[in-house]
């Protein structure tokens, strides 16, 4: 064999070695749907008994799929295979994962395991409260997903630093994670008291609000896994998996929590700052401080 024939030989691997990464971050969507699947059926077994250990697993497996939601968009533009199949697919895999199962978690959960007694009214208000409070949280998804999908250059209300990237509006991942996290925090057991039901009427009421909001969430992407040597990098994340899986209960539902939270206290504090701005006899803002809304950074949904 020449050297001409050597070349051509080592050549042809490669087109299809080509294809092969298209598929690679397509795992990743097929993970999280696998997850999203698992979950539903492991909410609609908790109706059958042993109701503690089926709600547990369904809401640990939403939050497995949040690493696989994550990933496989950054592998894909890592390893320049961004596709329109594959951002369709990861849409429609969040609303399974991400939209379908949590809302129907949150309902078995918060409502379907409240006594009749004493107040067998209360119990049919609350439920009929909560399934239309989840199918707010799954309608809510549903739109911020579709909203993602055709915004370019969305701009939320309230602008923040130039130099980082936000979301528009809460994504649903992380409402979903919120909602999986807080049946994790009590390890599944099924909520009986009507004041917790009003609580998570709240709260699911307020995500799905989020979710629909032009407010701005911190994205990470900023974060970059692809530099020569990410060493105090990949010792933080480390050390992070390692609390996470450790203290998965508390670690998940902190983090969650604390995330929806810094959505809703840098919109407010965007707003205390604006009516201090145009509160008369005020000096305008110079420097880093400033923050006008003309001059707001570009930003993904």
């Known amino acids: 064999m020449n050297r001409a024939d050597r070349a051509m030989a080592g050549a042809r691997p490669r087109p299809n070695l080509r294809k092969g990464m298209f598929l690679l971050p397509s795992f990743f969507t097929a993970g999280n749907i696998a997850a999203g699947y698992f979950s539903i059926v492991q909410t609609i077994a908790a109706l059958g008994g ?15 799929a949040i690493p696989f939601d994550t990933l ?8 320049n295979t961004v596709s329109e199949f594959g951002k369709e697919l990861d849409s429609l895999a969040d609303v399974v994962t991400f939209g379908v199962a949590p809302s129907i978690l ?32 799954l309608l809510g998804g549903a739109s911020r997903l579709a909203r993602f999908n055709i915004s370019h250059d969305a701009q939320p209300r309230n602008p923040g630093r130039p130099d980082r990237k936000y979301f528009v509006g809460m994504p649903i991942p992380a409402a979903a994670g919120l ?47 692809s530099r020569s040597h990410p060493f105090q990098l990949l010792i933080f994340l480390a050390a992070i998996a390692y609390v996470v899986l450790r203290y998965s ?24 700052q604006r009516s201090r701005r145009h509160r008369p006899g005020a000096l305008p803002e110079s420097g880093a401080d400033a923050e006008p809304e003309s001059l707001g950074p570009r930003f993904s949904g």
């Not at 042993?50 to 497995?64: M, S, T, V, Y």
């Not at 918060?110 to 107040?119: A, D, N, V």
């Not at 809703?264 to 205390?272: F, K, P, Q, T, V």
Request: one cysteine or more; aromatic letters at 20%; charged letters at 5%.
């Open 50 to 64: 042993n109701a503690q250990q089926h709600l547990d697993w369904a809401a640990i497996a939403i939050l497995f």
């Open 72 to 79: 496989d968009g950054r592998i894909a533009r890592m390893t």
């Open 106 to 137: 949150a309902f078995v959960w918060g409502f379907h395991f409240l006594p009749l007694t004493p107040h067998p009214q209360l119990q049919m208000h609350l439920l009929q409260a909560g399934g239309f409070i989840c199918f707010l949280f």
């Open 179 to 225: 909602v999986a996290a807080s049946v994790h925090l009590c390890y599944g057991i099924p909520n009986v008291y009507w004041y917790i039901a009003v609580a998570w009427l709240v709260l699911l009421g307020l995500n799905a609000y989020l979710m629909v909001s032009t407010w701005r969430f911190w994205s990470g992407k900023e974060i970059n896994l």
């Open 249 to 272: 209960n508390v670690s998940m539902f902190s983090a969650t929590l604390i995330y929806m939270f810094s959505g809703i206290w840098a919109r407010a504090a965007y707003s205390w």
